[in-house]
């Protein structure tokens, strides 16, 4: 079974390319912080799908014990969150029509939901100043993960002249501020 769970992980953080339908769904919930010139930080809860939460609790569960403590979401964070930067994690933020600016998260965290969800939590600062508009999409054409992005789960802080748009695609959603 370790073998089997590893080999999954292995699967999701590698970027393996496979020929077929999403493996794995996630719900991003997303807060934009921004000010009045533009946009500061970003805050993103990945929720992901029962069946790949109950694989993923048994392989950050190293110990077995049924809770996850901060030393094996450390590990997780060091050793395989990590290694999504490669992939700018899957999250993909452009300002006023340029490329995509590079994700760095400064926090990372693990927590279970009261359907035995688990989520990635992580936080990036952006400060870029906006002119416009900026366009937040998740990604992922290599291993097909599905990012589930609703309307209901963004959420825009600060900056109350900015305006959202929700922006539905055939291959995911997107969400576009302006001004």
Request: a negative charge; glycine letters at 6%.
């Amino acid at each position: 079974m370790k073998k089997m769970i590893f080999l999954f992980i292995m699967i999701l953080f590698t970027g393996l390319s496979l020929d077929a339908h999403p493996h794995y769904f996630i719900t991003p919930n997303v807060f934009v912080y921004t000010d009045l010139k533009g946009l500061k930080e970003i805050e993103v809860e990945w929720v992901f799908d029962r069946m790949t939460s109950v694989s993923l609790f048994e392989y950050i569960d190293s110990d077995g014990d049924g809770e996850i403590s901060e030393a094996e979401i450390d590990k997780i964070r060091k050793k395989d969150f990590k290694s999504l930067s490669a992939y700018n994690y899957y999250t993909f933020i452009i300002v006023d029509g340029g490329k995509p600016l590079k994700i760095d998260p400064y926090y990372f965290s693990i927590e279970t939901g009261e359907d035995q969800e688990i989520s990635y939590i992580f936080k990036a600062k952006v400060n870029m100043e906006i002119k416009r508009k900026f366009k937040l999409y998740f990604e992922d054409s290599e291993i097909y993960i599905a990012f589930d992005l609703f309307e209901e789960n963004i959420v825009l802080k600060g900056n109350e002249e900015m305006k959202l748009k929700f922006l539905e695609g055939d291959y995911g959603n997107a969400v576009e501020a302006y001004y």
